[in-house]
Structures are given as C-alpha cells and as structure tokens.
C-alpha cells in the first residue's frame, strides 16, 4: 500500500462507479437534477466553498457563501468513462481522487479550498492524459441566467493559461433571491495542466492534463457592496507565486486546527472497532459543517440551499457544541445578531454575505424564534460566556416578544418551514393550528431566558412579569391543548377557530398540485391560500381539507432532545414506549414512507436518556444510514436518500446522538 493510501486508510471510500452517471441522459450533461445528486461533499474556508462528487464538482460560489451555483468542473468525455475512487484526508477538507483506466492508473487528483488566494486548486498527477470541462454547470432551472456569465481569455504572470469568468448582479442563488452584486473568478493552470479550447455556444472550456504534474486554480474574490471584485488581482498573485506544497501545508495545517477538540473526543467506552468507526463519524460530520460555515458565521443548509436557516442552526450548533467548537457555535449567533441590529427581525432563512435578503415563511414570529432562545442557553450552558448572552439580549427579548404575540389559548402556531410540514409528514393546512413543538420551544426557552434575566438583574418587574405570565398560561394548558385520551399530539386544530385569517401571506400555494413558495399569497378560505396566478384559476371542487388531529413519532421524541422540564419522566416515559412499540412490531419509526433524516437520531438520543438497551440496535441503524461521505441527508423514503445532501441540520443531530451513546 502506498503512502497516499495509508494515509487515506481511515476514511470510508466513496463507492466506484462511472462519474456520468449523475446527469441526465437527455440533456446537456452539465445541467443535473438535485434528484440525483447523492454522496456530495463539500469543501470550503469561509470565502470559497464547492460541492463535489468523486472528484467532479458541481458548484463553486463565493464569496459571500450565499451565491449562484453557476461554474462547475467535470470530467470530459474520454475521461468520465474512467473509474474513480476517492477520500478526503483525515481532519481535513482536502479529497484525493485516483483515476483508472480499464484496471491501469491514469491519474491521483488532489483537491482542496486554500486559505491563502482563496482557492480551488487541483493537483493532477498524471500517467494518461485526463481532460476536464469547465463552464456552466448548474441545476435545469438555472438554465434560463447562462447568459449572465462571461468568459474572456487573459494574460496572468506565473500561469501557463488564464481565462476570467464573470457573473452578473441580480442572478438567484436560490429560488428567486438574487445577489445584489456580480462575482468574479479566474481560472488558471500551471505545469502540465492547461485551457486547450473554448466553446462560446455552450460556456464551456476544455482544459488538458498532460502526463506529468498540472495543477488548475478557480481563483476567486471577495466582493464589495457595490459588487466590485475588490482582491481578485491579489488572490491571483498570491496563487502565482506560492507553491503547491505550501498551499497544501497551510491548508492542512489550518485544518488540524480546527478539529483538535473533535479529535479529542473520547470513545473508549465503545469496543476498539467501534471506537474508531465514531471517531471517523465525527470527523466526517466536523468537516461537513465548518466547510459550510461562511466566514461571518453561517452554515448553509447543504448543496441546495445556499441560504442560513435558524431551525437548521439548532442542530448545527448543538453538534458544534458536541464537537468542542464553542467558537463556531457562537459565530453562528454572531451571525443572527448582526443581522437583527440591522433590521430589527430575524426570518425563517437569511442570505449569508448579502444585507436584506431573507427568504419568509408562514408565521416567521414563531418556532424559529424559540429556536433563537434555545440555542442562545445552549452555548451559555456549554462556554458560560454570560457576557455574550448579555450582549446579544436584545435579539432574545425581540424574539420572545414575538412569540408571545402568536400566543391564542396557551398556543403557538407552526412555522412555514417546520420539518414535519416542509417534508410532507403533516399538511400545510395545520399551519394555524397550535403547535405542541413551538409552544414547548417558547416555554422551554422563556423558562431559561427569565432565568437568567433575573439572576443577573437585568429586566423590570414589568416585564418578568409579562413573559412569565404567558409562560405560565401556556403551560398550564399544554396538556388539555395536546393530549387526548392518554395519547400526545403535535397539533390542535382549535386554535385555528380564534383567529381571524390574514389576507395575504409570505409562504406555499395550496392550489392543488402546485407547491411553490412565493413573496406574497392570498387568502381564498379556510386554510387555503393562493398565489396571484391560481387566485384567478378555477376554483370548482376546492373545498377546505379535513380537519385532524395528528400523532408522529418524531415529536414524541423531540421533548427528550430539548431536555423539556414542562413533561414528568412518567409522560416522556410513555411517549417513547409508544415508539418503541412501533419500531419493534414494525421495524420502522414511523407509519409512513418518509422519514426525517435526525428520526434515527432523536430516537437514539431518547433511548440513551432513557437508559434503554434498545440504543446499541438503533445506534447501528442510525450509523448504517450514512452515505460514502459520512454524512447523511434530508429525508429518507423506504430507507433511501431523498432529498438535500451534505446536510449539518439531521448529521448535527445524529452525530451529537451517537457522541451522548459513546459517553453514556
């Protein structure tokens, strides 16, 4: 075995499989459908971040984190034929892939984000020559912008080819939300590796790596508010002029860094074989969230969502917390609080690097926000830092306030974007309905924000008084509000009745088999809302949906994961037995097709709590569920990946389960 692949040895090896495959047979193949798109990785520093796939890369975007996904580099035709196996180097964000041809090796590629030019750089080390296209490469639905990017041939010192890549302002980088200034990138090559054409129709360029050593550079920069490449020349020069081995060094280096305290973690409690499969885990997943983490402290939501979501941050910044990153956590509340001194609210999602984009949903002012508060305690709890928590006060208050003004009958309602409602488990419909979740987010999280406002002094009587109330009423009523005949709910339909509905709202259309979110929709009755389109559409045989009551699994489980004072050990008891009940006369943890992809993780981190034996069977579930990368995904439907990868909401989750399994 050679030194690369002892060095390598400790990581799961992506599966061998043709690199065409992901792409649709019957189109261009630099278009590819999220569908499709399983056991990607990310690799990233903060400024320049990029998806992959044994050693294809689908995206490459920034800086800011939340930009179009609009350049790619895949293997060209005469070398995506080839067989490729990968890995990423332990404790670090840096892939190595090997490339054969009919059982001989063609070439070893090494891939990483540098630090110092903020960089793509690709090494390639080859005995074949293996060839490259790099261009426009994004989702079918992005098709429609190609015309927004630019290609010109330039002159750079210390490269042996140079092209620079433009984009305009205003392209999506997700669903409607544009950027509000352009990006800039160059492509560069040195040694063996270099641009041998261009085909302007379709935006693409063919670059050659000759037997020997190449190397291909995506240099990229940071942009200013006017959309203005501030150090692109800079970064390029700084690429020209340091070597590989340097670039490779400081990138490891800052690397080693960061995964110290997880590679701390003990595991001894766990047999040796066992033991080292967690520690992988744990690098796998630490690797997965910091590479997502834009430097103002953000982590997108995985390759699809290229937006910061304050649901999934719960997970993200409870697993850096597990992780022994309370620095990262905290740079995530960074993120929250600069964005409400600015505007004075915080939404369901918010661009990272562009002011004043957020991406609304159904009722913003609630869940999310008890999330914020959760969160906040959680790093308290963890780093003590009381000052920060101080600091950040206002943002808490703002957020509890706000709960407080959904409260109807001792109930909160669901948020647009909530996991059971955006993945299926339950309908839109309930979205007024009282929320178990949300409503046991706001006392939950009330609970420790009085606690620490009164054991430092910090409010008036006024308005202890006011939280607490409410805190105290939604208690009080939480059981007749969410239990019935024994049995725990996650909604209740009465709340609905003592409301008066708003005419218009961010969020879904419900007009029959069209789910789009747009800016604004209108009400047309009962629960039912449209977009301006399907308001003018026939509306004969729409009738408001059933009303019901539903029962799930994963909110049984969720009160566990919080560490829920409002329940007795007897009710969590119970709620976790009706699960178990499931699971072992079905083999499942839910009724339905679909699962959450944190439900094995959650039912880990219960039976871990709980003291239950059964967590040694579904840790080795939860485990097998990974995908080549270590990672796991959005959803899961009959055990198969559906959905987003690369996720840190459900890997945070399940990773933090499987650290609390090992230290039980």
Not at 261 to 273: C, E, G, I, M
Request: glycine share 8%; hydrophobic share 35%.
């Amino acid at each position: 075995m050679n030194r690369t692949k002892t060095r390598i040895s400790a990581v799961i090896m992506a599966a061998v499989i043709s690199c065409a495959s992901l792409f649709n047979a019957q189109a261009d193949y630099r278009t590819y459908d999220f569908s499709e798109l399983h056991d990607i990785y990310s690799m990233g520093t903060g400024k320049l971040c990029a998806y992959g796939r044994e050693g294809n890369i689908y995206q490459i975007f920034g800086n800011p984190y939340s930009g179009p996904s609009m350049l790619g580099m895949l293997y060209a035709e005469g070398t995506r034929e080839m067989e490729v196996e990968s890995s990423r180097i332990p404790r670090t964000a840096i892939w190595n892939h090997t490339l054969s041809d009919n059982g001989s090796l063609a070439a070893r590629i090494t891939d990483m984000v540098s630090y110092s030019g903020s960089s793509l750089v690709r090494k390639i080390k080859a005995k074949k020559t293996v060839c490259f296209d790099f261009g426009a490469c994004f989702e079918a639905r992005y098709m429609k912008h190609v015309d927004a990017m630019h290609f010109e041939e330039v002159t750079l010192d210390g490269f042996t080819s140079a092209w620079k890549v433009t984009i305009d302002p205003g392209v999506p980088f997700y669903s409607r939300y544009e950027s509000k200034g352009g990006y800039s990138y160059y492509i560069a090559t040195k040694g063996k590796a270099s641009v041998e054409s261009y085909d302007a129709d379709r935006k693409m360029m063919l670059i050659k790596a000759g037997k020997g050593t190449g190397y291909i550079y995506v240099i990229s920069a940071s942009m200013e508010k006017e959309g203005v490449a501030s150090d692109l020349d800079d970064n390029a020069r700084t690429i020209a002029g340091t070597s590989w081995r340097k670039l490779f060094r400081e990138c490891r280096k800052c690397w080693y860094e960061y995964s110290r305290p997880q590679a701390k973690l003990d595991f001894s409690a766990l047999d040796r074989n066992e033991g080292k499969k967690l520690s992988e885990a744990v690098d796998d997943i630490g690797t997965l969230l910091k590479s997502q983490q834009d430097k103002d402290g953000g982590v997108l939501a995985g390759v699809v969502y290229h937006m910061v979501y304050v649901r999934d941050h719960y997970g993200v910044s409870r697993s850096f917390l597990a992780l022994g990153h309370t620095d990262e956590a905290r740079k995530v509340l960074e993120f929250y609080f600069s964005i409400w001194q600015k505007y004075g609210l915080i939404h369901n999602a918010q661009a990272a690097g562009w002011e004043g984009i957020f991406h609304p949903h159904e009722n913003d002012d609630t869940e999310i926000t008890g999330y914020l508060i959760v969160q906040a305690f959680d790093y308290f709890e963890k780093s003590g830092d009381a000052e920060f928590i101080k600091k950040i006060l206002p943002m808490l208050e703002w957020a509890a306030k706000a709960q407080q003004a959904c409260i109807v009958d001792g109930m909160l309602p669901f948020n647009g974007d909530e996991t059971y409602i955006a993945g299926g488990v339950i309908p839109r419909s309930v979205m007024f309905h009282g929320s178990a979740e949300a409503t046991l987010l706001f006392i939950e999280g009330g609970r420790k924000l009085l606690d620490f406002v009164t054991g430092n002094n910090l409010w008036s009587e006024e308005q202890v008084a006011s939280l607490k109330g409410d805190i105290d009423n939604c208690t009080e009523l939480y059981r007749s509000n969410f239990f019935a005949d024994g049995k725990f709910y996650i909604n209740n339909p009465s709340r609905e009745e003592k409301i008066e509905f708003p005419q218009t709202r961010p969020g879904v259309c419900l007009y029959p088999g069209y789910l789009e979110h747009y800016p604004v929709t209108y009400h047309y009755k009962g629960s039912l809302y449209f977009c301006e389109e399907c308001m003018k559409r026939d509306m004969t045989g729409i009738e408001i949906p059933e009303i019901k009551r539903y029962s799930i699994p994963s909110a049984k489980l969720f009160p566990f994961y919080i560490d829920a004072q409002l329940f007795t050990e007897e009710e969590k008891a119970g709620m976790l037995q009706e699960v178990i009940d499931l699971y072992q006369s079905t083999g499942k943890i839910s009724s339905q097709n679909t699962i959450l992809g944190y439900d094995y993780g959650m039912f880990l981190y219960a039976l871990v709590k709980s003291g239950n034996p059964l967590a040694d069977e579904v840790y080795e579930k939860m485990m097998a569920q990974r995908d080549s990368t270590g990672a796991w995904v959005e959803y899961y439907v009959e055990g198969v990946p559906s959905g987003c990868p690369c996720r840190p909401w459900e890997s945070g989750i399940n990773i933090e389960a499987a650290i609390t399994y090992a230290s039980r």
